[in-house]
């Protein structure tokens, strides 16, 4: 893969370069550096980001948006999230609108707008908070999930309490946190792929909780503790958190031989 730092700088053609240069100096927050300080074939205005990277807005007679009012190419300018939120206030003095129409699909803290600029160029503007990467729990104390009996191996129930799975696997169970491991997503347990799905950008885990080779890569799906009585009631303590590189089997809560396994044995001794 070739090693790249970045990029340098991004042309726009915009019809009328005092408004556009307005825009980019008063809304977005860029400095203006300068008038036709490069060569192109068109006045142009030279507009520098706080990441060293420069704007070239370059006037021509007509633009055309590529795919007006189409997810599908846009720019996208990632801000921090105080930034984001001055961005916000000054559009919203400026008369735009700046709702977030996908605000239902968004990650927690996760941020984002979209903005035209005076020639119908499309941008999103995103920022991340710090929920984002969060490790985040409920302390809402121990939850009984039910008898070891009455999960079927290989079986994945959700619990909207706590927001966990417990997973039971041939060896033991898994309780799986559902908040997923990019930028906290909240997942869903899709029994028709076997997998654990996430809305927000499309990560996918299995039941170890580990992400699939063809989905987004993140890191597994952190564990809640899991105990189990000796009448074989599990427990499950979502207020604690467990990060993990890897899956590995010390990780299952292995129960003992249940109340039907040791019915099914003693039928067998029987038979
Ligand atoms: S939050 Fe991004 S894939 Fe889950």
Known sequence: MASVDGFSHLVVHVTDLNRSEAFYRDIIGLDVIGRDLVTDDGPNSLLALNTRQRLVLVEVPEVTAIRPNSSTIHHAWLLTIDE???????????????????????????????????DGHRY??????????????????????????????????????????????????????????????????????????????????????????????????????????DAGVVTVDPGTAITRSDFDPSQLTVPAATTREAETAQAGKGA
Request: glycine letters at 8%; aromatic letters at 10%.
């Open 84 to 118: 984001f939120q001055r961005t916000r206030e000054r559009m919203k003095k400026a008369g735009y609108d700046v709702d977030d129409s996908r605000a239902q699909f968004r990650a927690m803290g996760e941020n984002s707008m979209d903005i035209f600029d005076p």
């Open 124 to 229: 999103q503007i995103q920022a991340y908070a710090p929920e984002a990467t969060q490790v985040i729990t409920e302390d809402i104390g121990p939850i009984a999930c039910g008898h070891v009996d009455d999960f079927a191996v290989g079986s994945v129930k959700t619990f909207v309490k706590g927001k966990f799975c417990l997973v039971r696997l041939p060896d033991g169970f898994l309780a799986l946190s559902r908040w997923c491991t990019h930028l906290n997503g909240l997942l869903s347990w899709k029994q028709e792929h076997w997998e654990f799905y996430c809305p927000m950008h499309g990560a996918r885990f299995d039941r170890r909780g580990i992400a699939r080779p063809k989905g987004r890569p993140c890191p597994p799906l952190r564990l809640h503790p899991v105990s189990i009585d």
